[in-house]
């Protein structure tokens, strides 16, 4: 499990490699604000190697997307495969977040 930070341009690409769970959406979370205190606004998280996200990775990206909100920016989600994608929809966080179907086309429509 790993999580890789690189910039696109002006945007934030967080690369979650593996699953989101309650034993690391502490470290996802903490990588993000802190590109988020360094005045970084636009942020796109490429689940296209995540196989599983459990209710606390739901919960942190939530939570991730109003604090990113607060500060003026914004939290794209890219990627997600089709288990994942029904997990969103299922739970309604698809409403929340704008997801792509590849992280080049979330990085044009930013």
Do not use: C, H, P, W
């Not at 590109?35 to 919960?59: A, R």
């Not at 003026?72 to 929340?96: I, M, P, S, V, Y």
Request: overall charge negative; glycine content about 8%.
């Amino acid at each position: 499990m790993s999580f890789a930070i690189s910039k696109q341009g002006e945007i934030v690409v967080v690369d979650v490699e593996g699953q989101l769970i309650v034993g690391n959406r502490q470290e996802l979370k903490q990588k993000v604000l802190d590109e988020l205190e360094k005045g970084e606004k636009k942020f796109l998280i490429d689940f296209s190697q995540t196989g599983y996200i459990d209710s606390s990775g739901l919960g942190v990206l939530v939570s991730l997307s109003k604090k990113i909100r607060e500060q003026g920016g914004e939290l794209r989600l890219a990627d997600l495969n089709d288990d994942l994608q029904t997990l969103f929809e299922l739970t309604k966080l698809d409403t929340l977040f704008q997801i792509s179907d590849t992280r080049e086309r979330a990085l044009e429509t930013f």
